[in-house]
Structure formats: structure tokens, C-alpha cells
């Protein structure tokens, strides 16, 4: 049973707009996020991460939203930009140990 | 620099043979990790370390075995008992403490033929 889901697979976005990526928990008790970008056969790059006590937590051009209620945070890129384009893996820290969504392909075209 | 380092980029065993995977990192982090990513799924947690000489068994343990000898390294052995063990494999590390980002190395991709 997946404890972090990222439903969408892929996302297309022009340059210069917004690229909203979004992802869901199961479990109430998780109180730290992360999101990470991973280009092809290279590790996971620490992007952002936002802590339960917080609903914004915002980096340059990156924002994380986290909605407890919901058990739902986004990762907001603006303006995005063609090296952004990348696999995007939220991960909810569960006492020591990260779990992982599957990660969502951004491609951002010119 | 500071730095994960994995050897090799991409190793090839036959089936049958144990295979040694290497992480060093000298970010003088205490907690280390070991992942495993298939295509088209998010990272797995093999073994992870939050010391030296002492480990745990994270969600895909089997056929897989580490030693923690030292602060500095962490490596993992894929066992001719894992069934399927081509696959692209992480290490990670992260400071001990909350909220504690993990920092990746550059992985290895592991075929055997």
C-alpha cells in the first residue's frame, strides 16, 4: 500500500509559466517533506522540504504547500524553465527513513 | 569537495555471483542509506545505517547484505539469493537529528546477464 502517491506521471509545461506538481499521504503522523529532481542515471538532488509546523515554505523560484487537513502538498515552480525539466519525487520522512512517491516527469517546452 | 561517491557507474555480474556495490561519502554524516529504483517506481529503502557497526533492514531487504565498518563507507552486497537484482541502486546520507535532508550519490546501474 502506497503511503506516498504522485498520481500524475507526467506534466508538459511552457516556459515561463507555473508547474504544479502534486503529492498525497496516507499518514497523519508523517511531520517532514521533501521534494526531490533527479535527472537520468544520476541521484536524487535535495530540492525543498517543508516541515508539518509550516503550510508554505517558499526557495527562489520554488514553493512547497503542504495541507495537513488534506494530507497534500504541491510543489510550485515559477517561472519554469527548460532545465527544470526533470523526474520530481516527493518523500514524507517516517521517523529515520524517507518514502518515496513514484515521481513525476516535468518536461518544460519553449 | 564534499561528496557521496558510488563505484562503479555501471556493473555487470553473471547470475549467480555476489556483487559489492561501493558508497564513501566525507560530508562526515552519521546516517546512511541504500535504495534501489526499478523503472517506473519511486526509491525502495534497502538498509540504511544511523552508525557505525550497526544497521537495519529496510523494506527490500532480501538477498541483499551491508557492513558499517566505518563512518565513511557503507557498501552493499547483492546476493546470488536476490531474485532480481538488476536494478539502478542509491546511496544516500544525511546528518543524524529531525528533519535532516538525505543527499544522494550518483548511483550504479547493476545488469546481470
Known amino acids: 500500500d502506497q503511503q506516498v502517491k504522485q498520481n ?3 506534466l508538459s509545461v511552457q516556459e515561463g509559466r507555473i508547474s504544479i506538481l502534486n503529492c498525497d499521504y496516507t499518514n497523519s503522523m508523517f511531520d517532514y517533506f521533501l521534494w526531490y529532481k533527479k535527472y537520468p542515471a544520476e541521484g536524487p538532488t535535495f530540492l525543498i522540504s517543508i516541515s508539518s509546523i509550516k503550510d508554505k515554505n517558499e526557495d527562489g523560484r520554488f514553493t512547497v504547500f503542504l495541507n495537513k487537513s488534506a494530507k497534500h502538498l504541491s510543489l510550485h515552480i515559477v517561472p519554469s524553465q527548460p532545465g527544470d525539466s526533470a523526474v520530481y519525487f516527493c518523500a514524507a520522512d ?4 524517507l518514502i518515496f512517491g513514484t515521481g ?7 | 569537495d564534499g561528496g557521496i561517491t558510488q563505484s562503479p557507474k555501471y556493473l555487470f555480474r553473471k547470475e549467480g555471483q555476489n556483487v559489492t556495490l561501493s ?7 552519521d546516517a546512511m542509506y541504500w535504495y534501489r529504483q526499478d523503472p517506473g517506481q519511486g526509491l525502495r529503502l534497502i538498509y540504511y545505517s544511523q552508525i557505525v557497526n550497526d544497521f537495519q533492514k529496510g523494506d527490500i531487504a532480501e538477498g541483499y547484505s551491508v557492513s558499517r565498518e566505518k563512518k565513511e563507507s557503507f557498501p552493499l552486497t547483492v546476493t546470488s539469493a536476490q531474485k532480481n537484482p538488476t536494478a539502478f541502486y542509491l546511496c544516500a546520507s544525511s546528518n543524524q537529528g529531525t528533519n535532516q535532508p538525505q543527499h544522494f550519490g550518483d548511483g550504479t546501474r547493476l545488469s546481470i546477464l
Do not use: A, I, M
Request: some cysteine; glycine content about 0%.
Open chain 1, 8 to 10: 500524475s506521471p507526467s
Open chain 1, 94 to 97: 517516517n521517523t529515520d527513513k
Open chain 1, 104 to 110: 513525476t516527469r516535468l518536461q518544460v517546452f519553449p
Open chain 2, 23 to 29: 558508497c564513501e561519502q566525507n560530508l562526515n554524516h
